[in-house]
């Protein structure tokens, strides 16, 4: 068999070439990283997890009518996806005070804001990837603002649907992040939501307990993070609600 070729590793994900032009191999690791990669931990199970979690957010998105880069979900730890080029931004939409914003701001955790907030973030690990104004991004030529506008349709859109997924199963959507790229059809030009959507990029809290069932939980030290993983994807309808799903090992309906 021939040796794929390595496109990009990150702190999560793995991009392949993909078999055909246009097409990328996205491989999830079970790498877990937290305070721009100061904490780290191997956690079996999570990749495997993220995986069916993103195809499942964002086959939704796709069937709605909110272009994304998914095509298929190729195995337990891969997806077939569409190569885009990704505006360097993270595009966080917030619900709820929490994390560095209540940080920030001095605002209780999960005081919910007036409406949806949406901040942009400028992708770069080594300055700490930090929250930018629209000046900077039209000024340094990262996104226009016709980019931008269209940018804030479609995180607002994506938090419509994942606010409503999550609230049907008894999930309150704290906040979230997505990433953004570009695909050009003919002499069109697409933004579309690429990276994944998965609880490694959201903060999801029980409704009832206020349970956190997201990435803080490792951030925090505040139990299993393969159980929380479990947890959404068991009440999404991902894994057999009948049963435990072995601890690190859950199984996946195909």
């Not at 491989?27 to 931990?41: G, I, R």
Request: aromatic share 8%.
């Amino acid at each position: 068999m021939a040796r794929r070729k390595l496109v990009y590793e990150g702190k999560a994900k793995i991009l392949y070439e993909g078999p055909e032009p246009g097409t990328l191999v996205q491989y999830f690791k079970d790498d877990a990283t937290a305070f721009n990669a100061e904490k780290k931990a191997t956690i079996e199970g999570k990749g495997v997890l993220n995986n069916r979690l993103s195809e499942f957010f964002m086959t939704g998105l796709n069937n709605i009518g909110v272009p994304t880069h998914f095509i298929k979900r190729i195995n337990m730890r891969e997806q077939l996806i569409r190569s885009v080029e990704i505006v360097p931004l993270e595009v966080i939409v917030r619900n709820f005070a929490a994390g560095s914003m209540a940080k920030r701001l001095g605002m209780e955790e999960g005081t919910q804001l007036p409406r949806p907030i949406i901040e942009f973030s400028y992708k770069d690990d080594k300055l700490g990837d930090p929250l930018v104004p629209e000046e900077y991004i039209i000024a340094f030529g990262w996104a226009s603002q016709q980019d931008l506008d269209d940018i804030v349709a479609l995180a607002l859109r994506v938090n419509d649907y994942l606010s409503g997924v999550m609230y049907g199963v008894g999930i309150k959507l704290v906040d979230f992040k997505i990433e953004v790229g570009r695909i050009w059809e003919n002499e069109y030009m697409r933004l579309i939501v690429a990276d994944e959507i998965s609880p490694d990029s959201c903060r999801l809290w029980d409704l009832e307990s206020g349970r956190k069932l997201d990435k803080d939980v490792f951030r925090r030290d505040l139990g299993s993070l393969t159980d929380a993983y479990t947890e959404v994807a068991r009440r999404l309808g991902v894994l057999p609600s009948n049963g435990p799903a072995p601890m690190g090992k859950p199984k996946l309906i195909n």
